[in-house]
């Protein structure tokens, strides 16, 4: 998509984080949008600072882990909005913990938000996209979605499923002039570090190593605007994200090494 000025750009997550920093990016970029949330709060303040720099937003507050609002969300969309252009996933959840800590609640919750919220919004989506041939999706998934992180199994579950699913729709969806973008990001600055739940494991020893390897969120928000105008398929950033996943692809013996030391080096900083 070479043009994005004019086109209807609808955001998951749009409160905070990478969502709201997208929603920024794309107006600048003169996009209209819809912003999607269960935040209302958090959209208020996003939409204030759309109008600030001159763009206007629709919002929507609904829970995206129930399937009802998400079928009535593109109802309301598609009668007061439109059809989007860019349909960008950008909600979700984070956890950290040993894999026996989690209950199966907490299993649900972060497939439900991570992966089966991003289904479920393609899925009312996607038909007008492919009737109309044209349009680009955008998931953000993580790096954790293209190698795996220890201590962090329901969250690496989700972020693979989500890599897969962005795949697997690119190549299915090329012919109908439908582009596919899977966004695999390090740790960015965003609330989601702060929020992370953590179970049997040190917060402040998580949450501090987050805020360290955290780059900005403005940075990223510009690479996927690269992304959507190339038709990327994937989007990795920063630099070093490459540098790891070209490891694991072409010496996957040396990658599984270096993931059992960061295991061990985790439970030494915990202990």
Avoid at 125 to 131: E, Q, S, T, Y
Avoid at 242 to 265: T, W, Y
Wanted: charge should be neutral; include cysteine; proline fraction near 4%.
């Amino acid at each position: 998509m070479k043009e994005i000025r004019g086109k209807k750009a609808l955001v998951t997550g749009a409160a905070s984080g990478i969502g709201r920093a997208m929603a920024l990016r794309l107006a600048r970029e003169g996009a209209e949008l819809a912003l999607v949330d269960i935040d209302a709060e958090g959209l208020d303040r996003t939409a204030s600072e759309l109008h600030t720099c001159g763009g206007n937003a629709m919002q929507y507050v609904i829970d995206l882990q129930d399937p009802a609002q998400i079928t009535e969300l593109y109802r309301r969309v598609t009668d007061e909005f439109g059809t989007p252009d860019i349909l960008m996933n950008a909600a979700g959840i984070a956890v950290v913990g040993p894999a026996e800590a989690f209950p199966m609640e907490v299993w649900e919750q972060v497939l439900g938000l991570n992966l089966l919220a991003y289904v479920g919004v393609i899925h009312e989506f996607l038909p007008d996209m492919v009737r109309r041939s044209s349009g680009h999706i955008v998931n953000v998934a993580s790096a954790a979605g293209l190698f795996a992180v220890p201590f962090q199994a329901p969250y690496v579950t989700s972020k693979f499923g989500v890599v897969g699913l962005s795949e697997a729709l690119r190549w299915e969806l090329f012919r109908n002039g439908i582009g596919v973008t899977a966004v695999c990001p390090g740790a960015i600055e965003t609330p989601i570090i702060d929020k992370a739940l953590c179970m049997d494991f040190n917060e402040e020893m998580v949450k501090g190593a987050g805020h360290t390897l955290a780059v900005s969120v403005d940075g990223l928000a510009d690479a996927i605007v690269r992304g959507i105008r190339k038709n990327s398929a994937v989007v990795m950033f920063p630099f070093y994200i490459r540098l790891i996943h070209g490891l694991k692809k072409f010496s996957p013996r040396l990658a599984d090494i270096v993931g059992k030391v960061l295991a061990r080096l985790f439970c030494i900083r915990n202990s």
